[in-house]
Each structure stands twice: as structure tokens, then as C-alpha cells.
Nanobody, 119 residues
Framework: VQLVESGGGLVQPGGSLRLSCVGS????????IGWFRQAPGKGREAVSC????????YSLDSVKGRFTISRDNAKNTVYLQMDSLKPEDTAIYYC?????????????WGQGTQVTVSS
């Protein structure tokens, strides 16, 4: 039973990436799924979350209008589409069965995927 993230990489400022969070051994649509990130030397922060009813929440003002969270239940996958990327988006991105860092203390987490935005 695990979450597996993929899709990270190195991208230039202004570029795009799509992160995927795949559930293995359990069904993601029974849970709210959140994306979090942790930059070097900083704490983990919530980025976005999608509810079991497919309502999207964007916790960071800095990503509103640039990031889009979505589900594909047939693929048991939650996506984070990231457009107009900025160097300050550089971090390890994690998905979890939670929408807040506090709730994440008792959630399932993936191993993370590195996103680096640099020219």
C-alpha cells in the first residue's frame, strides 16, 4: 500500500511539468489527496488538495492560476499540472492522503519527486 510520485525534473523558468501520484494497493478516490512541497532548508508546506468530491483547494497564493490539481479515477492517479514555473517553486514535491501538514502526520505519503526550476 503506497503512493508513488513521478514527473519531476529540471525545467527552465516559465516552463511546465505535470506531476503524477499513483496509488498502489488502495483506491485514491476514497481519500482527499494533497500535494506538498519542501524546499531546501524550509519546512514542508501544503500546495494543493483535491477532495473526494473533486473540489480543488490551492493553499498557496503563489500557485493560484499556475497550478491545477485533478484526478483520473480510472488510472487511480492524481495530477498536479504546474505551469509558468518559477525558481521559487524548486522543491521536493510529495503527495499524501491529507490536505494539511497537521493531518499529514497520520497520512500515507509518497517518496517525493524533485522539481528544479532553473535557467
Amino acid at each position: 500500500v503506497q503512493l508513488v510520485e513521478s514527473g519531476g525534473g529540471l525545467v527552465q523558468p516559465g516552463g511546465s511539468l505535470r506531476l503524477s501520484c499513483v496509488g498502489s494497493g488502495f483506491t485514491l478516490d476514497a481519500y482527499p489527496i494533497g500535494w506538498f512541497r519542501q524546499a531546501p532548508g524550509k519546512g514542508r508546506e501544503a500546495v494543493s488538495c483535491i477532495s473526494t468530491g473533486d473540489s480543488a483547494i490551492y493553499s498557496l497564493d503563489s500557485v493560484k492560476g499556475r497550478f491545477t490539481i485533478s484526478r483520473d479515477n480510472a488510472k487511480n492517479t492524481v495530477y498536479l499540472q504546474m505551469d509558468s514555473l518559477k525558481p521559487e517553486d524548486t522543491a521536493i514535491y510529495y503527495c499524501a492522503t491529507a490536505c494539511t501538514v497537521l493531518a499529514g502526520q497520520s497520512a500515507r505519503w509518497g517518496q517525493g519527486t524533485q522539481v528544479t526550476v532553473s535557467s
